[in-house]
């Protein structure tokens, strides 16, 4: 396999202009005799196949949830950048670059980076043009905030939502072209097998869920944009259904996975408080902006209620141990240290399996000082959404807070036009590996997934279909579509009627969750992955002879697809594990204890020997993946160490 | 956290397809922590049901933060419970009490059909949408996002509106199973902004034309939408849509949109 990214050469500043200068077109007339499927329909899903449905090509768009609109995408809550310098506080297209791919700690590929900058200040104005109700100041413009420690105001919202807005702003751009017949939209739809002929994409598998139809679509390429995979843990702040199945049944044909290891632990979750709970609740990390973190210097105080310590008992430990930042520190170190007085016996809220895991996230000071009305503006909506879900009122009593599984920075490796190593096979939004680097900043989600989306993916798919022109034409009984949805029924067949059927896929999920969780978190060791290594496939191996599915494949049947994705997770699992005790540095997400600084806080990088992109190719066995390296050249930004003291 | 739980005892609409009949059918939560939400007490159920090989009860739900608008069902004749501004999936067990009865069906109208259980099928929705719920925006074609100003309060109002999930509570709640709440949120939406005004008065006779042929009653001022929706979208948004309604019959009478084909 050969990492080829593609990258056009010259000046950062010009590359991507540079490329679509010199890219392939097709013919306006000629684009509806194409079909593109698109896989997914949140940010980048929704605005890739509104936009090649609008320009002409002919679009078949798949989700499995009940409509576009449902996509996880809705439920970011923060922002997206842009640099638009709106505020005139010298932000630029180079200083979102930079702090990208510094935020990234020099994991992400660095023209990917430059052209996410560039394209951000066009996805605003789209966004604006489609209704989008960001929101203003009282002159009727745009209003900024600073977010998750910028030292600019480049990040644009709409209140706690705005990841609602953007998606309902992608959606009914895709419903629009629904309507004019240009897209196709199947919901209720999941890919299951990939359709590879002669080495190229040609379609997909999918199960109706409605009817449990297994049904085979041809095409003449295929963008997964199906999000991430961070239910492997089981709990994260992701939608019940956001799964790896698409992702990594391409993977499983083929398509290399990158950097599978990085996987971003948001800091400000609503902690667990049993053991049943089904998911886990971000409150937006704006939150650090006013809110003081702080635990009981003393375990004995862990159960005391919190307005019973007194200000000298209390351990400030991020305003302590990173003056200069404080609360606002990146993502990674905030969770890290959460964990870390926990571990300690300093975690604070119920006990579960035998820890306490949360810390105060106080906003007493910052009601003294801005009075409640003004903390009401600011977070009103995520205080609410705290009670519903606690039962406890922030106003009186601290939140608690935890880290959860969040973001996956890894996904399908891809070259700069976000092909996979499979020609006619892309990959955007979150399914991709390529702009985050080993960590992703906060608000830059969204703006992935709409660069990807509105202006990416239009190019790039018709460059492709421009150069490839003519594919041959694939029938439905062509022997490798028969072939690909012979696996599906098979592995159906097999999920329904297991040896010694006697647990649910929930069981088997929880129980790789926490072990993952525990070894594969926050805070990763040689030993523990190596333990992990070895359960895995024990895990694996009891779900396929014990997992219990009630009724047929030919019926709604939300049990069955459940499973289909728990044994999905099942095998993701171990390429996280493997790419975890590969990866011999600490860098970003990744965090290896081995790896650290003398004073054994902070992370250690190690450029000379992993300043490259891992990416694993399917070997035909999931327990030997075959690793390829995507050396990381940064011609302008020589890597430079991240410090938040 | 002190801990309390509770015994459920609840009442299941089951149904296979939208060409049987369905019934309820009576089942046990027990032990059930008053910090489990909602869905998780439901999710308790049916791992049992699955347990002892029987066909576990489906439900829909996604992103459970009350955002995506997947899940719904009726609780004791409100849609999404008895907890005000609150999707079924934030709805937490510490709003019921021990010894609880429930009674549990899908939204009831003919414009979503039921698929199975308290599954519904609001494809109706997207085609509300399709016919004209949008603001025309080629990709890559758009002027600088600051070069109209908006004063707060009507971006303000406009978000208010934009905040609907579509999940499709108002219909549930509705005696004449009326989308106009739905309808008109996004009329409000897109009407506010001066980006919407071009389309403003086709949008709304294409969104209406659509959802009378998607078999939505009218609205007769029940309001019983606006009571029960999570996102306490105003019922105020159905006079603005008349009036935009209104206003384009008389401008052009005979111009009728035609709705889309219904599924």
């Known amino acids: 396999m050969e990492l080829n990214s593609n990258e056009p050469s010259g000046p950062l500043e010009e590359r991507w202009t540079k490329h679509r200068d010199h890219g392939k077109?097709?013919?306006?007339?000629?684009?509806?005799?194409?079909?593109?499927?698109?896989?997914?329909?949140?940010?980048?899903?929704?605005?890739?196949?509104?936009?090649?449905?609008?320009?002409?090509?002919?679009?078949?768009?798949?989700?499995?949830?009940?409509?576009?609109?449902?996509?996880?995408?809705?439920?970011?809550?923060?922002?997206?950048?842009?640099?638009?310098?709106?505020?005139?506080?010298?932000?630029?297209?180079?200083?979102?670059?930079?702090?990208?791919?510094?935020?990234?700690?020099?994991?992400?590929?660095?023209?990917?980076?430059?052209?996410?900058?560039?394209?951000s200040n066009g996805i605003i104005d789209q966004c604006v043009a489609q209704g989008?109700?960001?929101?203003?100041?009282?002159?009727?413009?745009?209003?900024?905030?600073?977010?998750?420690?910028?030292?600019?105001?480049?990040?644009?919202?709409?209140?706690?939502?705005?990841?609602?807005?953007?998606?309902?702003?992608?959606?009914?751009?895709?419903?629009?072209?629904?309507?004019?017949?240009?897209?196709?939209?199947?919901?209720?739809?999941?890919?299951?097998?990939?359709?590879?002929?002669?080495?190229?994409?040609?379609?997909?598998?999918?199960?109706?869920?409605?009817?449990?139809?297994?049904?085979?679509?041809?095409?003449?390429?295929?963008?997964?944009?199906?999000?991430?995979?961070?239910?492997?843990?089981?709990?994260?702040?992701?939608?019940?259904?956001?799964?790896?199945?698409?992702?990594?049944?391409?993977?499983?044909?083929?398509?290399?996975?990158?950097?599978?290891?990085?996987?971003?632990?948001?800091?400000?979750?609503?902690?667990?408080?049993?053991?049943?709970?089904?998911?886990?609740?971000?409150?937006?990390?704006?939150?650090?902006?006013?809110?003081?973190?702080?635990?009981?210097?003393?375990?004995?105080?862990?159960?005391?209620?919190?307005?019973?310590?007194?200000?000298?008992?209390?351990?400030?430990?991020?305003?302590?141990?990173?003056?200069?930042?404080?609360?606002?520190?990146?993502?990674?170190?905030?969770?890290?240290?959460?964990?870390?007085?926990?571990?300690?016996?300093?975690?604070?809220?119920?006990?579960?399996?035998?820890?306490?895991?949360?810390?105060?996230?106080?906003?007493?000071?910052?009601?003294?000082?801005?009075?409640?009305?003004?903390?009401?503006?600011?977070?009103?909506?995520?205080?609410?959404?705290?009670?519903?879900?606690?039962?406890?009122?922030?106003?009186?009593?601290?939140?608690?807070?935890?880290?959860?599984?969040?973001?996956?920075?890894?996904?399908?490796?891809?070259?700069?036009?976000?092909?996979?190593?499979?020609?006619?096979?892309?990959?955007?939004?979150?399914?991709?590996?390529?702009?985050?680097?080993?960590?992703?900043?906060?608000?830059?989600?969204?703006?992935q997934g709409l660069s990807d989306g509105y202006f990416v993916l239009p190019f790039t798919v018709g460059n492709y279909l421009g150069t490839v022109r003519e594919l041959p034409k694939v029938e439905l009984d062509h022997p490798e579509v028969k072939g690909a949805?012979?696996?599906?029924?098979?592995?159906?067949?097999?999920?329904?009627?297991?040896?010694?059927?006697?647990?649910?896929?929930?069981?088997?999920?929880?129980?790789?969750?926490?072990?993952?969780?525990?070894?594969?978190?926050?805070?990763?060791?040689?030993?523990?992955?190596?333990?992990?290594?070895?359960?895995?496939?024990?895990?694996?191996?009891?779900?396929?002879?014990?997992?219990?599915?009630?009724?047929?494949?030919?019926?709604?049947?939300?049990?069955?697809?459940?499973?289909?994705?728990?044994?999905?997770?099942?095998?993701?699992?171990?390429?996280?594990?493997?790419?975890?005790?590969?990866?011999?540095?600490?860098?970003?997400?990744?965090?290896?204890?081995?790896h650290r600084s003398e004073d054994g806080k902070e992370a250690k990088r190690d450029d000379e020997n992993f300043q490259y992109v891992a990416a694993w190719e399917f070997s035909g066995d999931v327990s030997k993946p075959t690793l390829h390296k995507e050396p990381l050249v940064f011609e302008r930004l020589k890597p430079s160490t991240r410090s938040y003291k | 956290m002190t801990e309390r739980t509770m015994n459920i005892t609840l009442h299941v609409w089951r149904q296979d397809n939208p060409g049987k009949p369905g019934k309820f059918e009576r089942y046990e939560a027990t032990d059930i922590s008053e910090h489990s939400s909602f869905l998780e007490m439901l999710d308790l159920v049916n791992e049992g049901l699955i347990k002892d090989g029987k066909d576990p009860f489906s439900y829909d739900h996604d992103c459970r933060e009350g955002v995506c608008g997947m899940c719904g069902m009726v609780i004791n004749g409100i849609p999404h419970g008895p907890q005000a501004a609150t999707t079924t999936c934030q709805l937490h067990m510490r709003k019921f009490k021990n010894g609880d009865e429930l009674w549990l069906e899908p939204w009831r109208a003919a414009g979503f059909p039921v698929i199975k259980d308290l599954v519904v099928d609001r494809d109706a929705f997207d085609r509300i949408i399709q016919a004209g719920g949008y603001i025309t925006s080629r990709t890559g074609s758009a002027p600088d996002a600051n070069g109209i100003a908006i004063d707060k309060k009507t971006a303000d109002a406009a978000f208010d509106a934009a905040a609907c999930i579509g999940c499709g509570a108002c219909v549930a709640a509705c005696p004449n199973a009326s989308a106009m709440l739905f309808v008109s949120a996004k009329i409000t939406h897109l009407g506010l902004l001066p980006q919407g005004q071009p389309e403003r008065k086709d949008r709304a006779r294409k969104m209406v034309a659509q959802a009378d042929a998607e078999g939505f009653g009218g609205c007769t001022n029940h309001r019983e939408c606006e009571a029960a929706c999570p996102k306490e979208i105003k019922f105020a948004n159905i006079a603005r849509l008349n009036r935009d309604f209104i206003g384009a019959m008389i401008k052009a009478p005979d111009d009728v949109p035609k709705p889309q084909p219904v599924r």
Not at chain 1, 486 to 495: N, Y
């Open chain 1, 25 to 119: 077109l097709v013919n306006p007339s000629n684009r509806r005799n194409y079909t593109v499927i698109v896989v997914g329909s949140g940010l980048a899903g929704g605005a890739g196949a509104a936009s090649l449905g609008e320009m002409g090509y002919n679009v078949k768009c798949f989700a499995f949830q009940d409509s576009p609109r449902r996509a996880h995408s809705i439920a970011a809550q923060g922002g997206i950048n842009a640099a638009k310098n709106y505020p005139n506080d010298g932000d630029s297209v180079w200083r979102l670059f930079y702090d990208t791919l510094k935020g990234g700690d020099f994991r992400g590929r660095e023209s990917n980076t430059w052209r996410l900058a560039e394209i």
């Open chain 1, 132 to 447: 989008v109700p960001f929101a203003r100041e009282y002159g009727g413009l745009l209003a900024n905030r600073s977010f998750g420690g910028a030292q600019v105001s480049r990040t644009f919202y709409a209140r706690g939502q705005t990841g609602q807005q953007l998606l309902i702003g992608a959606y009914q751009a895709l419903e629009r072209q629904i309507g004019a017949g240009t897209v196709e939209m199947h919901t209720r739809s999941e890919m299951l097998e990939l359709i590879i002929v002669d080495g190229v994409a040609r379609g997909i598998v999918t199960r109706n869920l409605v009817s449990g139809e297994i049904e085979a679509h041809v095409a003449d390429c295929v963008v997964l944009a199906t999000g991430g995979y961070g239910n492997v843990f089981y709990l994260s702040t992701n939608a019940k259904g956001s799964n790896c199945t698409a992702a990594w049944r391409a993977h499983r044909q083929g398509a290399a996975f990158a950097n599978p290891c990085f996987t971003q632990i948001h800091p400000t979750c609503i902690p667990q408080a049993g053991e049943h709970q089904s998911k886990l609740t971000l409150m937006s990390e704006s939150l650090r902006n006013d809110g003081r973190i702080w635990v009981p210097k003393k375990k004995e105080d862990v159960t005391k209620k919190p307005s019973e310590i007194p200000e000298e008992d209390r351990y400030y430990y991020l305003e302590e141990r990173y003056p200069a930042f404080g609360n606002l520190v990146p993502r990674d170190v905030a969770s890290r240290n959460a964990k870390y007085v926990c571990d300690d016996g300093l975690g604070v809220g119920p006990e579960v399996a035998g820890q306490r895991r949360g810390v105060y996230l106080d906003f007493a000071d910052a009601i003294e000082r801005l009075g409640q009305k003004e903390v009401e503006d600011r977070y009103g909506n995520l205080f609410e959404m705290y009670e519903r879900i606690t039962g406890e009122n922030p106003y009186e009593v601290p939140m608690r807070i935890y880290p959860a599984s969040h973001y996956t920075m890894g996904g399908l490796w891809v070259d700069y036009n976000l092909m996979t190593t499979i020609p006619g096979l892309f990959a955007a939004g979150e399914a991709n590996f390529s702009d985050h680097g080993a960590n992703r900043l906060g608000a830059s989600a969204l703006m």
């Open chain 1, 485 to 594: 949805m012979e696996r599906v029924t098979t592995r159906i067949d097999k999920l329904l009627n297991a040896p010694k059927p006697s647990k649910t896929a929930d069981e088997f999920h929880r129980e790789l969750g926490a072990l993952i969780w525990d070894k594969c978190g926050m805070s990763r060791n040689e030993a523990g992955l190596k333990e992990a290594l070895e359960k895995i496939p024990e895990i694996r191996e009891r779900f396929w002879e014990q997992i219990k599915v009630p009724g047929t494949g030919e019926m709604f049947n939300q049990t069955l697809e459940r499973a289909g994705r728990v044994a999905d997770f099942m095998e993701l699992a171990e390429l996280l594990c493997i790419d975890a005790l590969n990866r011999e540095e600490s860098c970003g997400a990744h965090f290896r204890e081995e």
